[in-house]
């Protein structure tokens, strides 16, 4: 079965610092990635997702991730980052199925609780 | 454009009494999902509709029930309410395909004393 761990359950960080949240998981074969943003009292909203192909993606409000295999890591980065950006972050994996054969739902990080300083 | 909507958004219960949850999704999606979230646990999937007529456990189905009688409907039930379902719930919709995320509803908050 398919885990993810996030290390980090809380980080700080200063406004206009850079911003690395570290995301490892364990499959089988290649995982469908992503990283959803939840702000308080809020839903899951989708920041980037990596399915093949270049493995540095992109994502929204200025967010990217690195899919390392090797590594079996797929961490988020922000050069700077702003107070807006404070929430909980969750790090997500699809199974083999996912690919739309199968509807299987993600697994879960526990989630990353990001703090930004003034 | 709504997305994916849940009722309600928060309630109170007493321990043995039962209710229903309503998911409803307006953008045609085959696949529908119910989470849970606790705290330091992240969200856990309790069960899954690959369309409309079927449904599938998760990984932690016990004292819940669903239904999807309706494509744009997910229904999740507590028959006999117990302290320990006390969660944020989470529904969730997504197309069919390689490329399609999930999307979230904004959570129904259930308290159950």
């Known amino acids: 079965a398919q885990s993810v761990t996030q290390p980090d359950i809380h980080i700080t960080v200063s406004e206009g610092a850079s911003l690395e949240l570290r995301c490892n998981y364990s499959y089988g074969a290649t995982p469908y990635l992503f990283w959803y943003v939840q702000s308080p009292g809020q839903g899951l909203q989708l920041l980037l997702k990596y399915f093949s192909g270049d493995t540095l993606v992109q994502g929204i409000k200025g967010f990217e991730a690195e899919f390392k295999r090797s590594q079996s890591s797929f961490n988020l980065r922000k050069p700077s980052v702003h107070w807006s950006d404070a929430a909980e972050y969750f790090c997500a994996v699809g199974p083999e199925g996912f690919s739309g054969g199968g509807a299987d739902g993600l697994t879960f990080g526990k989630g990353t609780h990001l703090i930004i300083q003034p | 454009n709504a997305g994916v909507t849940q009722t309600p958004k928060f309630r109170v219960l007493k321990t043995g009494q039962s209710m229903t949850l309503l998911c409803a999704q307006d953008?045609?999606?085959?696949?529908m999902y119910w989470y849970r979230q606790d705290p330091g646990m992240g969200l856990r999937l309790i069960h899954y509709?690959?369309?409309?007529?079927?449904?599938a456990k998760g990984e932690v189905p016990d004292g819940y029930n669903v239904s999807r009688l309706k494509k744009q409907n997910f229904l999740l039930g507590l028959e006999s309410a117990a302290p320990s379902q006390t969660s944020v719930y989470f529904c969730?919709?997504?197309?069919?395909?390689?490329?399609?995320?999930?999307?979230f509803g904004d959570g129904t908050r259930l308290s159950i004393l």
């Open positions: 953008m045609n999606h085959e696949y």
């Open positions: 509709s690959v369309g409309e007529g079927t449904t």
């Open positions: 969730a919709s997504r197309g069919f395909g390689s490329n399609q995320p999930q999307h």
